[in-house]
C-alpha cells in the first residue's frame, strides 16, 4: 500500500488549500480513509475521515470549513480546506486502514499504512 500527499504549502489566513493523497496497492473493498495532522510540539490528530465512500466525520475545530472526499476512480483522497486559520499550520497525513470501529476513525490507532506527509502552513 502506497499513500502520496500533494497540495501543501503557505497561505495566509482566512484563504484555501486542497490537499490530495494518491493511494494504491489497497484492495480491501471495506476501508477508511482519513487526514491527520501534527502541529510543532503536539500529538498527532485526526482531521477528517472517511469511511466506504458515504460516511464522513470531522474533528470540531474544522466542521464546516474542511471537506473530505474520495474518488475511487483516479484512486485519490482529498481534503478541501476553507477559512484556514494559523492554529491549522501543521504537517498533514492521509492514512488508510481496513480494520476500524466506525467510533475510533480519528483516532490514529487505528490506522496501518500512511503518507509521508505535507507541510500546511497558514500565517495570519
Known amino acids: 500500500v502506497q499513500l502520496v500527499e500533494l497540495g501543501g504549502g503557505s497561505v495566509q489566513a482566512g484563504g484555501s488549500l486542497r490537499l490530495s493523497c494518491a493511494y494504491s496497492?489497497?484492495?480491501?473493498?471495506?476501508?477508511?480513509m482519513g487526514w491527520f495532522r501534527q502541529a510543532p510540539g503536539k500529538e498527532r490528530e485526526g482531521v477528517a475521515a472517511i469511511v466506504s465512500d458515504h460516511y464522513t466525520t470531522y474533528v470540531d475545530p474544522v466542521k464546516g470549513r474542511f471537506t473530505i472526499s474520495k474518488d475511487s476512480a483516479k484512486n485519490t483522497l482529498y481534503l478541501q480546506m476553507n477559512s484556514l486559520k494559523p492554529e491549522d499550520t501543521g504537517v498533514y497525513y492521509c492514512?488508510?486502514?481496513?480494520?476500524?470501529?466506525?467510533?475510533?476513525?480519528?483516532?490514529?490507532?487505528?490506522?496501518?499504512?500512511w503518507g509521508q506527509g505535507t507541510q500546511v502552513t497558514v500565517s495570519s
Open positions: 492514512a488508510a486502514t481496513h480494520s476500524f470501529y466506525k467510533f475510533m476513525v480519528l483516532d490514529p490507532v487505528s490506522y496501518n499504512y
Open positions: 496497492g489497497f484492495t480491501y473493498i471495506n476501508y477508511c
